[in-house]
């Protein structure tokens, strides 16, 4: 990831030098191609909400593309997720829990992945492990069409605060 990718950098970059950075942000090609598709973007804020915009317009393949680039909540990144994986340790550093909350988050997650074929993916930035823990257990409870549009929306959510922290760097 550049370091001091400033807005001006970003809207003048060429996009291959960009695109390390938003892989971080979100795994998905289309998505990148969509936020640079639209610049120049005249402040942060507008970037932000662009590249929320880009998760949300993305089609299933892209979704899962992107859901696979995450995680577990509470096991450590790295290899697949190599991407964002210093943004996963920064956003899951709340999770740090006790043995029982940790076996609770793994078995959760299996049980997630089982219902819906992918990846519990909430924004775990200021959030602790108990809140992620009720927030697991109350999706699960949620029909397939609902939570693919939570998760969807999470993504997007974690989207847009990883461009907010590419340009604060």
């Known amino acids: 990831m550049p370091d001091g990718l400033t807005l001006d950098r970003f809207n003048s970059a060429p996009p291959d030098a960009l695109h390390g950075a938003l892989r971080a942000c979100n795994t998905s090609p289309g998505w990148a191609e969509r936020v640079l598709a639209g ?11 662009a590249a929320e915009k880009a998760v949300l317009d993305l089609d299933a393949a892209e979704i899962d593309a992107a859901l696979a680039g995450h995680p577990r909540i509470g096991e450590r990144p790295g290899g697949a997720h190599a991407d964002g994986a210093a943004f996963s340790r920064r956003e899951q550093s709340g999770v740090d829990a006790g043995t029982d909350t ?13 219902r819906f074929g992918h990846v519990f993916l909430i924004r775990a930035a200021g959030r602790d492990a108990e809140a992620i823990l009720a927030e697991l257990e109350r999706r699960l409870g949620n029909d397939p069409a609902t ?12 989207t847009a605060l990883r461009v907010r922290e590419v340009l604060a760097r």
């Open 39 to 49: 610049r120049p973007y005249v402040d942060a804020d507008e970037l932000a909400a």
């Open 102 to 114: 940790t076996a609770r988050l793994a078995a959760g997650n299996a049980r997630y992945e089982e």
């Open 147 to 158: 939570e693919r549009a939570e998760a969807t929306g999470q993504l997007a959510e974690i």
